[in-house]
């Protein structure tokens, strides 16, 4: 390594005390590029005039001032997704909520409309029921898997600002056809935004199908490990930029750099991570269908599920995610508690395979009313299938349902 001559000079005029906080000259000089890409985990960056300054935090230049507004590993992660969506440009955030609320309070105003899928994540749905109407903001939900489309034709008007949909929809794997809602508010005012975190980049691009914003919980799939909390939006580069300067900075749910690099570090494991994932969730899932004690299996890989060509033209494949009816809730829990290898989780996309019950869990705080209509029940269990060797889940399986 490298030290510039007049930093070696300077520092050994540097009393004891000024040593011990400035270090070394940090601009090595190298001729080499890092393999992996760098940490800059550092809260504000340094500039070498006012005028820089100036340019760089007033967006007339590039480059980085403070770290919740900008940071080369947090912009890398974001670019990264934002490219394999297919995206010009995307944001990183410290949770898929906090990627979906900035984008939504970017778009949304006072006395605005939303049109929703009626089937969301629970947290999802307690922000548009909950939180927006203080704001003045109200939600229709509608049924987007309705292949005419007819309740979300009589919903949209001139007051919808967004229509938010999930494909496949969380819990029930329902497959919205994402292009026929595109064209079907293309005279609209309304910008379509998709959650993709159950099919990843790597089965499905809404952007290229006609949505305007794509969202991810990146804590799930992107990350993959089970071991980050963090959140993406991409789109088109006006549309970011809104985001980044309306609510991104001033709501401040930041991703650190170092769990932007943990995600970038696992988003380079996805496509072989999903195959797996994929190929153990079928055959899974076809296991599952000669179940006796198993009275419904959602999984859109299966010829069985009410979409499947509608699933196998908009992602190819049918996701690492299943959905199994029980009777009721006693044998939920009795299944539940006799699993082993699948561990009682919230969470998706892990390398560990997870297993969770929406109506205490995920979707807990829905009235039971609403959960019913939506298709909830008590019996309702969500499996996320992970690497393991997809015998030993099978087998898993088995011997829990001998106790149901």
């Known amino acids: 390594m490298m030290?510039?001559?007049?930093?070696?000079?300077?520092?050994?005029?540097?009393?004891?005390?000024?040593?011990?906080?400035?270090?070394?000259?940090?601009?090595?000089?190298i001729s080499s590029e890092p393999l992996s890409p760098p940490i800059f985990q550092t809260s504000a960056f340094s500039f070498s005039s006012l005028e820089d300054a100036a340019a760089v935090m007033g967006g007339t230049a590039t480059g980085c001032a403070y770290s919740r507004s900008g940071n080369p590993t947090i912009r890398r992660l974001a670019a990264t997704v934002a490219r394999l969506e297919g995206a010009e440009a995307g944001l990183a955030f410290g949770s898929g909520m906090a990627a979906i609320s900035a984008a939504l309070m970017t778009l949304l105003r006072s006395g605005d409309e939303v049109v929703a899928g009626s089937v969301l994540y629970g947290t999802t749905y307690a922000l548009l029921t909950e939180m927006l109407p203080r704001f003045?903001?109200?939600?229709?939900?509608?049924?987007?898997?309705?292949?005419?489309?007819?309740?979300?034709?009589?919903?949209?008007?001139?007051?919808?600002?967004?229509v938010y949909l999930e494909s496949p929809q969380n819990p029930d794997l329902d497959i919205i056809d994402i292009k026929a809602v595109a064209r079907a508010i293309s005279g609209s005012s309304a910008a379509?935004?998709?959650?993709?975190?159950?099919?990843?980049?790597?089965?499905?691009?809404?952007?290229?199908?006609?949505?305007?914003?794509?969202?991810?919980?990146?804590?799930?799939?992107?990350?993959?490990?089970?071991?980050?909390?963090?959140?993406?939006?991409?789109?088109?580069?006006d549309m970011v930029t809104r985001i980044a300067k309306e609510s991104a900075t001033r709501l401040g749910g930041v991703i650190s750099p170092f769990v932007a690099w943990l995600c970038l570090r696992g988003i380079q494991t996805l496509g072989v991570r999903m195959e797996r994932h994929c190929s153990n969730a079928l055959k899974v899932a076809e296991f599952l269908t000669e179940c006796s004690k198993v009275q419904r299996v959602r999984y859109p890989g299966l010829t069985s599920h009410p979409q499947y060509e509608l699933a196998m033209r908009q992602m190819g494949a049918g996701g690492g995610m299943i959905t199994m009816d029980l009777a009721d809730l006693g044998e939920a829990q009795r299944f539940l508690k006799e699993l082993k290898l699948f561990h009682l989780s919230v969470s998706l996309g892990d390398t560990t395979s997870l297993a969770q019950h929406p109506a205490s869990m995920t979707h807990g705080k829905i009235d039971p009313a609403e959960r019913r209509i939506r298709g909830i029940g008590d019996g309702m269990i969500r499996l996320s299938i992970g690497l393991e060797d997809a015998d030993d889940l099978i087998e898993d399986i088995d011997v829990a349902l001998e106790h149901v």
């Open 136 to 162: 003045g903001i109200i939600t229709r939900f509608v049924d987007l898997t309705d292949p005419e489309l007819t309740e979300l034709q009589a919903a949209i008007s001139d007051r919808t600002k967004v």
């Open 192 to 237: 379509l935004v998709v959650d993709n975190t159950f099919a990843t980049p790597c089965l499905q691009r809404p952007l290229e199908l006609g949505a305007d914003l794509v969202v991810h919980s990146a804590t799930k799939y992107l990350g993959g490990h089970g071991d980050l909390l963090a959140g993406i939006v991409v789109g088109s580069a």
């Open 3 to 29: 030290l510039r001559k007049e930093w070696y000079m300077l520092s050994q005029s540097l009393r004891f005390g000024t040593q011990l906080v400035h270090g070394v000259d940090v601009k090595e000089q």
